[in-house]
């Protein structure tokens, strides 16, 4: 096992999640999410003294919150000169703003249907292209996937289930799964949506090279599909029964 048995709980590092919740709460200020939405609205990029002018706000206190949401991934920065003009004396070309083509998503609990989404297209493309059955490439594109993402965070398994939202606890030398990151997928196409997610995790081991543990279907109220448990051990097999020896013969005597 790698590490597993060392890690402090409640310490992990920032993941993708965080970030997204960053940036939602960034826009709880009341100026900011304006500016935001302001500048979402515009078909071209906005400059502070026009985001300033428009919003009558000092100019000091839009660059502030433009900056901020610049920070948050949520608007792109550019810089162009809006006089046309190049060369010596064309004078610094302004900062401005538009809105970013990263996307900001957070659900609670943590679900990943944009990643089913990805693993199902493909898996129907593929099959439709080969013949191959649909839920044979859909376990093997997630099998592939769980074991890019293993290799690409080699990390504590702990850590990077939490990372992807599976939420885990351990539980009698087992990691049990209290959150399904795909959710209502799975209640509607069970069988479908939890094979997918047993490839997935069976991949991530796979490419965390981790050891410990394998993935198990495990289906129950209020958890994941699927258990991380500690290899099953091989039941020895009996010895083979010999045959009963026969008794020694008593020598004969006549007399």
Do not use: W
């Amino acid at each position: 096992m790698r590490q597993s048995d060392v890690r402090q709980p409640g310490v992990r590092e920032p993941g993708p999640r965080d970030a997204d919740v960053s940036a939602v709460a960034a826009l709880d200020e009341p100026t900011r999410r304006r500016l935001y939405d302001h500048v979402v609205r515009e078909s071209v990029p906005v400059s502070r003294d026009e985001a300033a002018a428009a919003l009558g706000l000092a100019r000091k206190t839009a660059a502030f919150h433009l900056d901020r949401l610049a920070d948050e991934s949520l608007l792109d920065v550019v810089y162009e000169r809006r006089s046309g003009r190049s060369g010596p004396g064309a004078g610094r070309p302004a900062k401005l703003y538009r809105r970013s083509a990263k996307q900001v998503t957070v659900n609670l609990p943590d679900r990943r249907y944009e990643l089913a989404g990805r693993l199902l297209a493909q898996a129907v493309e593929e099959s439709d292209a080969t013949g191959e059955p649909v839920r044979r490439v859909l376990h093997r594109k997630a099998e592939e996937l769980g074991t890019r993402l293993g290799e690409q965070n080699q990390t504590d398994v702990f850590e990077l289930l939490e990372r992807y939202g599976y939420e885990p606890h351990r539980e009698d030398g087992a990691i049990t799964l209290a959150n399904c990151p795909f959710h209502a997928l799975a209640q509607d196409h069970t069988e479908t949506v939890c094979g997918m997610n047993l490839h997935l995790l069976r991949g991530v081991l796979t490419g965390i090279a981790e050891t410990g543990f394998e993935a198990c279907p495990a289906a129950g109220p209020g958890r994941c599909c699927v258990r991380l448990r500690p290899p099953a051990e091989e039941t020895p097999q009996p010895a083979a029964e010999q045959p009963p020896r026969p008794a020694a013969e008593k020598p004969t005597t006549t007399g």
